[in-house]
Structure formats: structure tokens, C-alpha cells
């Protein structure tokens, strides 16, 4: 043995002594957070040979969008450490630090512990509920009553079951449930998550859904918004991949503030909020104008040369396109204007940039990927944003391509339980019949979800309509996995229009600023830790279809959301002469292996998963991917992953109107042109109505659409800048310590305060300093936190992490429970508003504030 082996044998020697208290108890990595620690930890074998005492037991986290699968270290029934799962072929171990805030939420002491009834008849924010505790016999047999009080009298339109977050197996309480008790009011979270992101994607090649983003083969990033590496899908694999990305490829960010993948890229691009699309409309022009089109994918002119000159129209027969419809119709009606010096006078950046940006992405063509997220599209104008970001992805060639951007593998799966038709009687159809509360369809809503009017869903407007009993009242609304009265904007509606709801059943594991309307409390089993659930998702090329899975015994008398409460409650139905629901869950949601129904609610939870799966670990689930010797294989793995995706799989073969990746989007035309008849209008009425500003052709091209702003300039100088924390666990972090212990990982945040940032040129006006309590106001509220002074944040504007200002939840997250906040919740001054083609909320671009010296 030479010197260098004798000294790292003797080092690791000390190394097991020194760590051995904690690796006997499994907390480095998972509570140490010492990077020393974790360095030398890694020299040593994995947490399980060293113990020998405890197991990882599988499951998927949904602190974020990435739903990523994950491992729960288990010793003596207790979690104590979280991995990325092995088997999933996207991510691997690899994590990101929201998973280990899980721990702390599961064995929160101030979770919800029992039903709860309301005792105070009494609503308001100002009203202490009183509540009480309540068996969860009394608690299904009162929201039984309630429902059948709505059949009685043939209302049960004035029912309503609002969704948060869920698994694969909300089919049942979501919608078949709603269904069968006769209302059509299911209204799920989905416009105030990004509904407006998918809106590029699917009027110009097909894709209503997200995409995946070869980060392993590209060679150029220009990203609106996103920050892959905090808040995004995938976070864990972009997280893990960031490094070498940034060694092989050339990494742009466009966002007013400096994220973390801003402070990581090559470039940051400061934009003023709600002007992305006057630069991705340029960077196109300019991309024309010098012929970095990626022919291979768009065609070319007949006799090879370019005839893109600026401000000139061209021959539409002179160009021949290959897997793309309407260029030059594009470049016609508005592109040949979006000239780089107009988008220098437009959103302040320099022509020299946006043509640099152009002409390095056409060099490397097509080898890029543009991202947009929230920052970007979640804005009055988001549609022709997200078109206009998406379009580049067209002209460089990237769609389906290495290195580009694609959809996400399809993996079968029965996310649509059996049809509900025939347990539906006369009092249900006639209920399901009625608008829904939303108002989605309406001339001034369209909410276009794949291309359909009033298919979507606009969550944000709900409070609105309420409170105006348009088209009418909810007496009864079901409610989980939500916080509507803390998450959507103009936060001070919600709470007027649940105090108005007679009757409101809460699902949830910590009593919430919602809860504080709710009559009736019934706890929840958390998701990643004691429920059976199932996820996908997509990256590096692949899907996986992962579970969620109980690992620990529950910590109270809980119950699992989207399988044990509409179980109890078709049960309780079933009792009082309602035994439709019951029958449905018996006779149509049956054991995939055995035909039968479960036989006690202890076994329904799994047989959800079970039903829910079944197509992947059956014999046809070599299809699509990997193939599984059954359920218990599943079962123990937790991850079943896609073959890769096949490029160029979808070229000439997309699902629009014309097969082709569309720049004039006829898919657009079509669905625009269908919901003017509805309402017996024009198109150039409905983009109106909608508050747009593009008419006749050019409603069909991506084009530029200047922010709505709310509030005078003069008495609102600022432009707020709401973000994402790299430690949101889907906002429901903020009782745990970590949260606020590490909140600097977010740019420019100091650990403890809820900091908003503000550029030191804008500080030095207001003669603000670093630490000073502030007040943020906007035409529809205010709020107080900390300030800080930083580099990172363009002037004339203010950036904050949403997250904090809860006034419920628990004793850290707020100041004094059911009273006063800690800090301040940006939606408090965030007004209502909306991107109506998707009916997504706006929570940026449209928010001018002023802030003052407490």
C-alpha cells in the first residue's frame, strides 16, 4: 500500500468514526446540510448497507410540477431521508431541496388531526370559525345530508368540487362523482398553474401539454421566463444536468430578475415584464431577414434566394415549405415590421443584442431550444407570447429534433374512469345541464382548451362570479389539495366568496387561509408519505409513470382525498336512498387481476393505483416501454419508464389543421372562427372582447401585443415581478422552519424575511436601504415584508418570491394564527385578470405598485 492509499484508508477510518452517530442515524444528506459533510459521506457505502436496519420504500413528490419519483428512507416507521428514485430513467437519484422540506410537513404537529366542524356560524377573515372536533362518521353523514338537501329540491348545479393539486386517481371524486350527484361545476387549479404556456404549443403543432427539452444534445438555450433549475418541470434532472449543459452549449436568460439559472447562464437578458414577445418576434425577423431559417424543416424560396427585406410583403407561391404552414403569410401580415430596432424602442433591448442572439442560434441550428414559462405568457396577452417564443422553436428547425424540444412519450394509462352515464338519473342530468360557475365559454371567456370553446377551466374567476351570483349561487362546495383564498390573485375576493358559500367541506392537512371558511375540516393523509397515487412524467428523452405510496402509518385520523373520502361519501349517499355513487365504485372500478371490487375502503386506495397502472404492467405495456412482470413488480419499483422518444416522429404528421407546424396557425382560425358563431359575432368582436388588439388575419399569426397595465405610471411607478422559490412545495412549505432558514438559495432573499428586491438605482430615489420594512401597494391592496437592494433585478421594477404572508396554516408560517401574517402574499395585491383565449390568470406584466418606508 503506498502513502496515498494508507492516507485516505486512515481518513476513511476517521471518517466512520466521526460520522458515525449520524450515518447510524441516517441524517447526512438528508438533515446535516453541511456540504463538507455530504462530501465525505459520499466516500462511504449507501445509507442502507451502513444501517442494515431500515428500507426505501418508493413514491413520487409533488412539492413542484416535476412530480419527481422519489425513495423514502423508513427505519423503525419512521421517514428520515428522501432520494430521487434509481429507476426512473429521467432523473435517476438526483433531487432538489424541496423533497427533504417534505419530512418536516408530514410530522408537522400543526397538521389538521381530526374531522372538524364549524361552530361559529359567523364568516369572515375577522371571524374565529371555532371549530370543534367531529367523527368522520358525523362529518360524510352531514355532507351527505347537505348533497341530498340539493337533490330535494332538484339544485345540484349549486354543488361544487374545486381541485388542487392531484394524482392520476382524481378521476373519481373530480368528475364522475360531480357527475353522478348532477352538477358540472369540477373545477380544477389548471388556469392559474400555465394554462397560457400550452397555448403556442398547440395552435402551432398539435401539442396541448408541456414539453421536454433535450438538454443533453442541444447547443443553444434561449429561455423567457423559465428557471429550470428552481422552478420548473424536471427541476431534479436539469438540476443534475446544468453543469454539462453549460459546457456544450450557449445558455440565454430572459427574465426582469437574475434567477438561479440566470445567475448561471452565459447571458441574462433584464427584460421589462410583459415584453417577451417583442424580442422573440425580432430575434424571428432578424432570424428571416439573414436566412437562418433551418430549411431541412421549413422549406426555402423556390430559387434559393431569400427575399425577407424588412417592411416588405412577399410572394407567398415564391416559397416552397417543407413540414411548416405559413411562413411567409406570417412574415406578410406582421413579422416583416419586427424589425430589432423596433424592439429596441419596444422593450429597451439593445438591436445589437437581439441580432447577435439570432444569428448564434442560426449557427448552431437546429440544435436549440426556447423555453417560455409563467414569467412570460401568464399575462393578459399570453396566448401570442407563447406563440411568438414557440415560433422560434419552428424556424430554427427544433421541433422533434436533437437537441430541440418535443412532447412527452405517451404512456397508456386509465386516467379516464368508466363512463358515468348510466348512474346518472334524471335530477343529475337535468343538474349537469346548467352553466358552469366559471362562466368558460362566454363571449369575453373563451377558454379554447384544444381548440374547443369553454373546454377549459378559469379558476380565477370563480370568486367573481360569486360574488355576483352569475349565473348563480353554490350552496355546497368539496374542496382538496387547494388554497384558492391564498394562491389565486386579488386573494380578498376569494375570501368574500366563501363567506358566502352555505355549506363548505375542506380536505386538507393544515388548517389554510380557505379553511378558514370551511364548515366543515376533514384531514388528509399527505401525499408523499400516506397515499396511494400516480404520477408521470417527462424528461431526457423518456416518460415515467411513477407511484405515490404509503410508507409510514398515518400520523392521525386522516384519510386519503381522491379514494377514501368519495368512498365514505358514496357510502353515506347510499344510506340515505342515493346508491348510484356506491354502485358505480362497485360495479365499474374493479380489481384489473381479479374482477371484484374492493372489499373494505382499506383495500380502494390501491385498487385505484392498481386500475390506474393497469395498462403498463399488463401484458401490452411493452409497447410503450418497459415491461413489468405485473402490479407487485410496479409496486416495488415504484417507476415504470417509456421507450425514448422518436424525433421527427410528428413531422408533416401534427395534429393541426394542416398537419404542419403552423406560424398562421389555421388551428387557431378554426377555433377562434367557431367560438365568433357561438355567439353569433365576428372575430374581430371576440378578440375584442378579450382585450386584444390583433384583428382580422393577423389574430392568427403570432404578433406583438402591448402589456395592459393597471394603474397610473405617475401614482404606481414600479412593475412587480412575482416569482417562484426554489423551496416552494407547492406553497405548502411555509410552516416548516428550513423554509425560512435557507431562503437565501432564492437570489437577492435573506434568510428569515420575506424580502422583495428592488434595484439600488430605484432604492437611492426612494431612499430605501437593505433591511428597511416596506409596503407594496397596488390598485387593489397592499402588503409589508423586508426590502432589499440588488444588483439582480432590472430598474423599475420589484421582484418577490411568492410563497409567504400566510395569516393560517401554522404557527410559523404565520404570526399569530387565524390573525396577522408573516410577511405578505403577493396575491393580495396581484388584481384579477386574465389571458382569455386560455382563461389562464395574469399574474404578471399587468402590475404597477409603489412601494413606501414603513
Known amino acids: 500500500m503506498n502513502n496515498s492509499d494508507q492516507f485516505n484508508a486512515s481518513r476513511r477510518q476517521l471518517l466512520k468514526r466521526s460520522l458515525g452517530g449520524t450515518t447510524l442515524l441516517g441524517l447526512t444528506g438528508g438533515f446535516a446540510f453541511n456540504p463538507m459533510l455530504e462530501a465525505m459521506a459520499a466516500d462511504l457505502p449507501k445509507v442502507d448497507l451502513r444501517t442494515g436496519t431500515g428500507q426505501w420504500v418508493p413514491t413520487t413528490c409533488q412539492g413542484c410540477t416535476s412530480w419527481c419519483a422519489k425513495q423514502v428512507y423508513i427505519m423503525d416507521g419512521r421517514a428520515i431521508k428522501v432520494r430521487g428514485n434509481p429507476h426512473s430513467k429521467i432523473h435517476d437519484t438526483s433531487s432538489c431541496p424541496r423533497q427533504f422540506l417534505g419530512l418536516q410537513q408530514v410530522y408537522d404537529p400543526d397538521r389538521l388531526q381530526s374531522p372538524m366542524i364549524r361552530t361559529n356560524p359567523n364568516k369572515g377573515r375577522d371571524e374565529d370559525p371555532m371549530f370543534q372536533p367531529i367523527s368522520w362518521d358525523k362529518a360524510m353523514d352531514l355532507l351527505a345530508d347537505k348533497i341530498m338537501a340539493l337533490r330535494e329540491k332538484n339544485e345540484t348545479h349549486k354543488y361544487a368540487l374545486m381541485r388542487g393539486r392531484y394524482s392520476l386517481c382524481n378521476d373519481l371524486l373530480y368528475s364522475k362523482m360531480t357527475a353522478m350527484i348532477g352538477s358540472p361545476n369540477n373545477i380544477s387549479h389548471s388556469s392559474i398553474c400555465a394554462e397560457a404556456h400550452k397555448m403556442g404549443h398547440y395552435y402551432m403543432d398539435g401539442n396541448w401539454g408541456y414539453m421536454q427539452y433535450d438538454v443533453k444534445n442541444t447547443k443553444y438555450i434561449l429561455s423567457f421566463g423559465a428557471d429550470p433549475i428552481a422552478s420548473n418541470r424536471q427541476v431534479s434532472f436539469y438540476s443534475s444536468e446544468w453543469g454539462n449543459t453549460l ?68 410572394d407567398d407561391s415564391s416559397f416552397s415549405e417543407t413540414h411548416t404552414y405559413g411562413i411567409v403569410k406570417w412574415w406578410n401580415l406582421a413579422l416583416k415590421d419586427y424589425t430589432p430596432e423596433w424592439a429596441e424602442q419596444t422593450a429597451g433591448i439593445a438591436a445589437a443584442d437581439i441580432r447577435t442572439i439570432a444569428e448564434e442560434m442560426g449557427a448552431v441550428a437546429p440544435n436549440v431550444q426556447v423555453w417560455n414559462a409563467r414569467g412570460a405568457v401568464m399575462q393578459t396577452r399570453g396566448t401570442y407570447t407563447s406563440m411568438a417564443c414557440h415560433a422560434l422553436n419552428g424556424i430554427f428547425g427544433s421541433i422533434d429534433n436533437e437537441g430541440g424540444v418535443f412532447p412527452y412519450n405517451k404512456a397508456p394509462l386509465n386516467k379516464n374512469f368508466p363512463d358515468p352515464d348510466a348512474y346518472m338519473d334524471a335530477i343529475a342530468k337535468k343538474g349537469k345541464k346548467h352553466e358552469k360557475i366559471d362562466q368558460r365559454g362566454r363571449l369575453e371567456l373563451p377558454a379554447l382548451k384544444k381548440g374547443k370553446s369553454g373546454k377549459g377551466v378559469v379558476t380565477g374567476n370563480v370568486a367573481t362570479a360569486l360574488n355576483a351570483a352569475d349565473p348563480y349561487n353554490i350552496e355546497v362546495m368539496l374542496a382538496y389539495f387547494n388554497n384558492f383564498a391564498f394562491s389565486s390573485p386579488e386573494s380578498k375576493q376569494w375570501e368574500k366568496a366563501l363567506s358566502n358559500i352555505n355549506f363548505m367541506a375542506h380536505i386538507t392537512t393544515n388548517i389554510s387561509e380557505f379553511s378558514w371558511f370551511a364548515d366543515l375540516l376533514l384531514p388528509s393523509t399527505h401525499h408523499m408519505f400516506e397515499k396511494w397515487g400516480v404520477l408521470n412524467a417527462a424528461g431526457n428523452g423518456v416518460s415515467h409513470v411513477s407511484l405515490q405510496k ?217 431612499g430605501l436601504k437593505t433591511g428597511d420594512r416596506v409596503r407594496i401597494t397596488s390598485t387593489v391592496g397592499s402588503i409589508e415584508c423586508t426590502i432589499a437592494l440588488w444588483e439582480g433585478i432590472r430598474p423599475g421594477s420589484v421582484a418577490k418570491c411568492f410563497g409567504q404572508g400566510h395569516w393560517a396554516y401554522g404557527r410559523t408560517a404565520s404570526k399569530e394564527f387565524g390573525k396577522t401574517a408573516r410577511g405578505g402574499n403577493n396575491n393580495t395585491i396581484i388584481p384579477t385578470r386574465f389571458d382569455r383565449f386560455s382563461g389562464a390568470s395574469a399574474f404578471y406584466g399587468h402590475i404597477r405598485i409603489r412601494v413606501e418606508k414603513v
Request: hydrophobic residues 35%; aromatic residues 12%.
Open 247 to 314: 459546457d456544450q452549449a450557449k445558455v440565454v436568460i430572459v427574465d426582469p430578475r437574475l434567477s438561479a439559472s440566470a445567475a448561471k447562464a452565459h447571458k441574462w437578458i433584464p427584460i421589462e415584464t410583459g415584453q417577451d414577445s417583442a424580442l422573440a418576434l425580432a430575434i424571428a425577423h432578424h432570424a428571416l431577414v439573414k436566412g437562418l431559417w433551418h430549411k431541412p424543416f421549413v422549406g426555402d424560396f423556390n430559387d434559393g434566394k431569400n427575399r425577407f427585406v424588412a417592411g416588405q410583403e412577399v
Open 550 to 766: 404509503p410508507s409510514i402509518k398515518r400520523m392521525y385520523d386522516t384519510r386519503q382525498d381522491e379514494s377514501e373520502v368519495p368512498y365514505l361519501l358514496a357510502q353515506k349517499l347510499a344510506e340515505k336512498g342515493f346508491d348510484l355513487p356506491w354502485r358505480y365504485i362497485n360495479e365499474q372500478l374493479l380489481d384489473p387481476e381479479t374482477g371484484k371490487p374492493a372489499k373494505s375502503i382499506d383495500e380502494f386506495p390501491e385498487l385505484l393505483a392498481k386500475y390506474v397502472t393497469a395498462p403498463i404492467w399488463g401484458e401490452d405495456g411493452h409497447k410503450y416501454g418497459e415491461q413489468l412482470s405485473g402490479w407487485d413488480e410496479l409496486k416495488e419499483k415504484g417507476v415504470w419508464n417509456t421507450h425514448e422518444y422518436q424525433l421527427k416522429s410528428r413531422w408533416s404528421k401534427f395534429k393541426t389543421e394542416t398537419h404542419k407546424f403552423e406560424f398562421y396557425s389555421k388551428s387557431f382560425e378554426k377555433a377562434l372562427t367557431k367560438h365568433a358563431k357561438k355567439h353569433h359575432v365576428d372575430v374581430n368582436t371576440v378578440v375584442d372582447a378579450c382585450e386584444y388588439s390583433g384583428y382580422d388575419k393577423v389574430a392568427f399569426v403570432p404578433n406583438y401585443q402591448a402589456p395592459i397595465r393597471d394603474g397610473s405610471a405617475k401614482e404606481f411607478p414600479l412593475l412587480f415581478v412575482d416569482q417562484k422559490s426554489r423551496l416552494n412545495h407547492e406553497g405548502r412549505s411555509a410552516n416548516s422552519s428550513w423554509y425560512y432558514e435557507f431562503k437565501d438559495v432564492d437570489p437577492g432573499d435573506i434568510a428569515g424575511e420575506d424580502t422583495a428586491k428592488i434595484n439600488p438605482i430605484d432604492g437611492k430615489k426612494l
